[in-house]
Every structure is written in structure tokens, then in C-alpha cells.
């Protein structure tokens, strides 16, 4: 399918929206990029990140060794199991291929909690139950205060504010983009304006002439952002690269387009800090792409 569609079979390994792409479009960031081909700092981050789901299996170890079933084969396939996935994240930041979230890290929590009722049927005590129960309210009480906290858990802290009453900024950008959308239709609603969806998918949601904008899932976008003259591109709209997440294959081609312009485009209409509206006028030949950070 990637081949037939995309042109590439490992499209989704190395396209320009892949996992690769998106983590390479963000590696400036100095936790990440510290990381990368140093195996001691990437190993001592993922061993810290682990511990915070392992309560449970320390408990496993510890009714283990007061039953004397500590040295034992399946006490090393339930390390095997609790670790492998997470282990190889420590590849994956060597390598520079994953931000290595909070909740990259939590496979091991489930694989602890569906061993336990196996391990509670081989106590010799009742009371050994406390010792799981004690570990699974602390790992609660552990994680609850991680999820607080934006350097230990950057994105799962940014769901947390804005599902709990911090609703302004979100709020603020939906509104920005729905106004976006409003004096696009009013102004260009049969001009051809090419756009990121990555980034513009609200203000795609919102207009009343969708079929207006030129978009990654059109055939020809790729040669559009490479020739926008030539496909009959008459507006680009552009998010700041500063305050968006996530790819945005224009600004990847053109990076400094926003913020300086160029003599082959005319800045039509600013939008706040966030976006901005140029209108082609020069033909072809005339751009400066960027073609270091994107494959065309």
C-alpha cells in the first residue's frame, strides 16, 4: 500500500510524516539530543523512567524471596517480559528515533499486575496479599504525581492541564483558527491555497470549502509545495514553526519563509503570532528550497 500510494514501500519508516521524521524535527531539544549516541545517558534515563511503573514487580520480588521462589526460571522470564520493550527505547534514543514519553515506559506496569494473582496463589501466608496491594497504592500515588509534573511527563502533563480547567489556551487557538477559516471563505473561497494539515486540520474542519485548500492527502502536494506556481498554487498559509508542533513539510521546505518572507511571495494577511497568508506572484525557478531536512 505504501508503495502503490506513497511511491516508497517504507513509507511509514521514512516518509516526511513518519515517527522518524517527527522525532528527527524535534532532536534540538536538549533531552533528547543528549541522548543521542551516548548509551550511558540514554540507559540511565530509561532505568529512571522504568522505576516509575515498578512497584508492583518489586513487590513480585520481594513475596518471591520471603517464599523462597526467588531463584527460579520464571523469575527471569518475568524480568525478560517486564523490561524488553522498554529496553528498547534505549536503542531508540541512542539512535535518535523516539522522545521516549512517560507512557513509552508503562508496558512493563500490566505484564506485573497480570503475574500477580499467579504469584498470590503460591504465598504460604495470607497476609503476604498486603505487600502487592501496598505497592500498587504506592505506584498510584507515584504516577499521579509524575503526570504533574512537565519535565518528567512533557505531553501526558499538557492532557492533564487542558482536560482539567486550563482550557484557555486551547480554547484561544480553536477560536484563532475557526476566524482563520471565516476570512478565508469570505475572501478565498475559489483560490487554490496550499496547507499543512498537520497543523491546519481545524481550519479545515471549519470552512464551508474545504475542497480550497491543496493538502498532503492531494496527489500532487508534494509537487505543489516544490513548484506551487506550476499547480496552479495561488495562497500558502503558514503556522509560526515556533509555536506548532508536530511536521509541517512547508516550513521543512521553506524555513525561513515565515518569519523573513521571499521576493516570490507577498505577505496578504498576518494572523496574530500564529499563521500567516502569502500569495504567490512569481514563477518558478525563483524558490528557495530547503532540501537538506526533506526528501522530495
Keep these: 500500500l505504501n508503495w502503490s500510494i506513497m511511491k516508497n514501500p517504507l513509507y511509514f519508516l ?31 534515563f530509561v532505568i529512571k523512567m522504568v522505576l516509575l511503573f515498578s512497584a508492583p514487580l518489586i513487590s513480585i520480588l520481594i513475596l518471591r524471596l520471603i517464599n ?12 525478560g517480559m517486564f523490561l524488553s520493550i522498554s529496553m528498547v527505547q534505549i536503542i531508540m534514543l541512542v539512535t535518535g528515533t523516539t522522545f521516549a514519553w512517560l507512557r513509552y515506559f508503562m508496558y512493563g506496569l500490566p505484564v506485573a499486575v497480570a503475574w500477580l494473582p499467579y504469584e498470590l496463589s503460591k504465598v504460604k501466608r495470607q497476609w503476604h496479599v498486603i505487600i502487592p496491594l501496598i505497592a500498587m497504592i504506592a505506584n498510584y500515588g507515584i504516577l499521579s504525581y509524575v503526570v504533574t509534573q512537565p519535565s518528567m511527563a512533557p505531553e501526558e502533563n499538557k492532557f492533564l492541564q ?35 494539515t498537520s497543523s491546519a486540520f481545524f481550519i479545515i474542519l471549519q470552512s464551508k470549502f474545504p475542497t480550497q485548500f491543496y493538502i498532503p492527502s492531494d496527489k500532487e502536494f508534494i509537487n505543489a509545495v516544490t513548484d506551487p506556481e506550476k499547480y496552479k498554487v495561488s495562497y500558502i498559509l ?22 523573513q518572507g521571499a521576493d516570490w511571495v507577498e505577505l496578504v494577511k498576518e494572523f496574530g503570532a500564529k499563521w500567516k497568508l502569502y500569495k504567490v506572484i512569481q514563477s518558478t525557478g525563483r524558490y528557495a528550497l530547503n532540501t537538506n531536512n526533506y526528501a522530495f
Excluded: C
Design 68 to 79: 523462597h521462589r526467588l531463584v527460579r526460571w520464571d523469575t527471569l522470564i518475568l524480568l
Design 162 to 196: 487542558n482536560s482539567f480547567g486550563n482550557q484557555n489556551e486551547v480554547d484561544d487557538d480553536w477560536k484563532q483558527q475557526s476566524e482563520i477559516a471565516r476570512y478565508l471563505d469570505d475572501n478565498y473561497a475559489h483560490s487554490s491555497i496550499l496547507v499543512d
Design 238 to 259: 503558514l503556522p509560526n514553526p515556533k509555536l506548532v508542533s508536530g511536521i509541517n513539510v512547508i516550513n521543512m521546505a521553506y524555513p525561513n519563509l515565515y518569519n
Design 14 to 44: 521514512n516518509g516526511e510524516y513518519s515517527n522518524t521524521a517527527l522525532v528527527q524535527a524535534q532532536l534540538s531539544h536538549s533531552i533528547y539530543s543528549d541522548m543521542v549516541h551516548n548509551p550511558l545517558k540514554a540507559s540511565i
